[in-house]
Nanobody, 129 residues
Framework: QVQLVESGGGSVQAGGSLRLSCAAP????????LGWFRQAPGKEREGVAV????????DYADSVKGRFTISQDNARNTVYLQMNSLKPEDTAMYYC??????????????????????WGQGIQVTVSS
C-alpha cells in the first residue's frame, strides 16, 4: 500500500504561515482525491481541504477559506497545504488522507473520514497567541 508522509508542521505565532507537505509516490495514479484533516485535543477530526488529482479542483472548510490553499505538484508526487494568517484555533494534529482511484466504497463527501482509505501518521501544528 502506498504510504503518505507528512512534513512541514511546527510552531508559529498567530498571523504566521506554515506549509504542510504530503508525499505519496505516484499519487495521481493511485488516488482520485487527497485531503487534509485536523484534530484538536478533545475534538473530532475534521476536513480542512481536498484536491482532486484529475483536474486539480479543490474544496475547503469554511473556517479556512481565504487563508489556506491546497495544491499539488505532480512531478514531486506531493500535495501541499499552505496555511496563512494562522490562528490559535488552527492548532491541531494535521493528517493527510487519500482515496484510492479504484475504491469501491461510496463517496460520502470530501470532508467525511470514511471517504478515505489511506492516512498519514499526522503532524503537529501549534499556533500561539
Amino acid at each position: 500500500q502506498v504510504q503518505l508522509v507528512e512534513s512541514g508542521g511546527g510552531s508559529v505565532q498567530a498571523g504566521g504561515s506554515l506549509r504542510l507537505s504530503c508525499a505519496a509516490p505516484d499519487y495521481s495514479y493511485f488516488y482520485s482525491a487527497l485531503g487534509w484533516f485536523r484534530q484538536a485535543p478533545g475534538k473530532e477530526r475534521e476536513g480542512v481541504a481536498v484536491i482532486y488529482t484529475s483536474g486539480g479542483n479543490t474544496d475547503y472548510a469554511d473556517s479556512v477559506k481565504g487563508r489556506f490553499t491546497i495544491s499539488q505538484d505532480n512531478a514531486r508526487n506531493t500535495v501541499y497545504l499552505q496555511m496563512n494568517s494562522l490562528k490559535p484555533e488552527d492548532t491541531a494534529m494535521y493528517y493527510c488522507a487519500a482515496r484510492r482511484s479504484a475504491s469501491p466504497a461510496p463517496w460520502w463527501g470530501w470532508s467525511a473520514l470514511r471517504t478515505y482509505d489511506t492516512w498519514g501518521q499526522g503532524i503537529q501544528v501549534t499556533v500561539s497567541s
